[in-house]
């Protein structure tokens, strides 16, 4: 399929939007066979499926666990973990396992597809990927196990902590119950497993490879040291908000117990930042906390990781020209680094796509939704940050709100600049003009 494309001289964002294009379709289709579901399913509603599943987002327009059978649930279980890894992490090892040769049209399309700048080590770097990602699972789904086995039977509690270990992991927030997560907001294991592993899945391949290769702080890459710093303080301060904001609250933290208040506000605190899972009813929660959610569900986790939005190290990136600037400063220095201004140029030129796509989404789904503002505002951020947190809008849509909420996890998942860069036309000329000021502010 990689061959076809090339032939059709295919730049490599425009290889990977088509490839990953063909797998959710592949996956709708595999998604209608009779012995995937219960009671059968639409094409739209398995492209819809396939599409979140494939863009590791989690919305879902019917129950996962009651409308699909298990050959379907694995269906959706493979689209996880070829959406949160790379098609190209895959394709890699297939051609490892055949013994072909990886040439460099694959090695530079691996490097698109894992987000990574530089071309050197990228066969290694893929190898390291599916090794850790394996592991790491494995030994989530091993505690999952634990702690469900004794409660469900041992063959549903070990399927099930398969399936939540790899949909937390990616990013997805795929769950086999209608509740989601919420019969476990008090349990610290569950609680612990879940969150550390969307936590880990969010930080970034290149992060936990340099975290591993590297034992002290200072010798860290700026990429790992900021995602460490910037990961703790938002969730942090996220967390205290939640826990704040929905104290009293009847409908969510207000019923519950203190510890069961202070793992639940942990958990939604952290889960916003593209894992879709809930431990609580997000349609009860105070309009500030749900504000807040959609404000962590547009930053998203780390660039090259399982998770979406416009990336921590963007906001982070604009963020310090904003307070270089203010400071007068000509430079962005951060850790004895400076970032060069082509990093926040790109970080601008990311966020306003992706300011851009969300604003002509919640336009149209106004239109065609008769649902509340903040609900429309809430899916939209939700699907564009590959998150799958919902207020209950999804199943609800009408088929024009579902193809636009497909359009917008696909987006999300590729990238905004990605998808714009497959069809923006390629200068190859460049002309130079004369440079001349405009007033601003």
């Known amino acids: 399929m ?17 490839v990953y294009f063909l797998i959710i379709l592949i996956g709708a289709l595999l998604l209608m066979l009779p012995f995937s579901t219960t009671h059968g399913i639409s094409f739209l509603n398995a492209l819809f499926t396939s599409t979140s599943a494939m863009t590791v987002t989690g919305l879902a327009v019917v129950d996962t666990g009651e409308a699909f059978t298990y050959f379907g649930q694995i269906v959706i279980l493979l689209l996880i973990q070829t959406g949160g890894l790379g098609i190209m992490v895959f394709a890699v090892f297939i051609f490892i396992l055949l013994g072909r040769k990886i040439g460099l049209k694959q090695r530079i399309l691996m490097q698109q597809s894992i987000n990574q700048t530089e071309l050197g080590g990228i066969i290694y770097l893929a190898r390291r990927l599916l090794t850790y990602s394996l592991i790491i699972e494995s030994i989530g789904a091993f505690f999952l196990a634990l702690r469900w086995g004794p409660t469900m039977g041992w063959g549903n509690g070990i399927y099930n902590a398969i399936f ?24 610290p294991t569950v609680n612990i497993v879940i969150s550390l592993l969307y936590i880990i899945g969010g930080l970034g391949f290149t992060v936990l490879i340099d975290l591993w290769t590297k034992k002290r702080f200072k010798d860290l890459s700026l990429q790992t040291k900021l995602m460490l710093i910037g990961t703790l303080v938002i969730n942090v301060i996220s967390v205290l908000l939640i826990f704040i904001m929905e104290y009293h609250n009847p409908n969510t933290l207000g019923k519950l117990t203190l510890p069961e208040k202070i793992w639940a506000a942990y958990f939604q605190g952290t889960v916003p930042r593209t894992a879709g899972f809930n431990t609580i009813d997000i349609g009860s929660m105070h309009p500030s906390s749900l504000f807040l959610m959609c404000l962590l569900m547009f930053v998203g986790s780390g660039s090259g990781s399982t998770g979406g939005g416009i990336k921590l190290t963007t906001f982070i990136a604009i963020l310090l020209c ?17 970032i060069p201004p082509s990093i926040v140029i790109r970080s601008l030129v990311v ?26 505002l809430y899916e939209t951020i939700s699907a564009f ?49 004369p440079k001349e000021n405009i007033l601003t502010g």
């Open 2 to 18: 990689l061959n076809r494309l090339k032939v059709m001289n295919l730049s490599p964002p425009q290889i990977i939007t088509s």
């Open 164 to 187: 939540h270990s790899i949909s937390a992991f990616n990013n997805a927030g795929f769950s086999t119950w209608s509740d989601n997560l919420t019969k476990f907001v008090g349990d």
């Open 322 to 338: 904003v307070l270089s600037f203010l400071r007068g400063k000509s430079e962005i220095v951060v850790f004895k680094r400076s």
């Open 351 to 376: 966020s306003f796509l992706a300011f851009l796509l969300i604003f002509v989404a919640v336009f149209i789904l106004n239109i065609t939704e008769k649902a509340p503002f903040i609900e429309i």
């Open 385 to 433: 940050g590959t998150v799958g947190l919902t207020m209950g809008l999804t199943s609800h849509l009408s088929w024009i709100g579902r193809i636009v909420i497909i359009l917008v996890m696909f987006v999300g998942k590729i990238g905004p600049l990605t998808l714009a860069i497959s069809f923006a036309k390629q200068n190859d000329a460049p002309i130079r003009y």
